[in-house]
């Protein structure tokens, strides 16, 4: 093997991601693999609606349809969070709603509420889309906005919007967990929401 061949392997070893930072004359190898590997990490902020599980069966507890972790110092002014995610719905008999929001590290946004009405109902499809826009970062916080929030279904008018939390104040020094997810107003064994397909993602 090459010297040059085993310096690269062996400075791979301590490649440590290096967010928003261009290259300058004098960067060394390292600092340079370093940047590269910050650039490739932030294209690739994204997860994917990867399972078929059904949630929010028989409760009203919160179901988690897909979550992203974003590793720290990584996000930019401008950035984008996208979320769309398409799911089907059951429910049993009697009157309900079904409600659809976005968490930021836990705190609840944007109540989303579907009047599904009284008859049961069997895989209704049900799309949920937001987007929350990084503001500002500076003195330790990341500030996110709403940028959008929009949810639809053929089958069931929407009944109101609440709880919208306009702005979302994160530290800088923390990973920063987005979530996206449903529930319903009334517990049914019935019930399921199932998520088939989606993403949230990074859009720099």
């Known amino acids: ?32 693999l370093n940047k590269v590997q910050g650039l490739l990490v932030r294209h690739s902020l994204r997860q994917v609606v990867n399972t078929t599980a059904t949630g929010a069966v028989d409760t009203t507890a919160d179901y988690d349809m897909c979550s992203l972790v974003i590793p720290v110092n990584t996000l930019q002014v401008g950035d984008i969070i ?12 009697g009157a309900m709603h079904s409600l659809y929001w976005l968490k930021v590290n836990g705190t609840k946004s944007a109540n989303l509420t579907y ?14 889309r937001a987007k929350l826009q990084v503001r500002s970062i500076g003195g330790g916080s990341t500030i996110l906005t709403h940028l959008e929030e929009n949810s639809r279904s053929l089958n069931s008018p929407l009944i109101t919007g609440s709880n919208v ?6 530290s800088t020094a923390s990973s920063i967990t987005i979530t996206a997810g449903a529930n319903f107003s009334v517990a049914k064994a019935a019930n399921s929401i199932r998520p088939v397909a989606g993403y949230i993602q990074v859009i720099p």
């Open 82 to 93: 996208d979320i769309d995610i398409y799911s089907l719905v059951k429910k049993g008999t």
């Open 1 to 32: 093997m090459s010297r040059t061949r085993f310096k690269w392997f062996q400075n791979l070893e301590f490649i440590t991601p290096t967010f928003n930072a261009i290259f300058i004359v004098g960067d060394t190898f390292q600092t340079i």
């Open 115 to 128: 009047a599904l009405g009284n008859a049961a109902l069997d895989s209704i499809g049900m799309s949920f």
């Open 165 to 170: 939390v306009p702005t979302f104040t994160v």
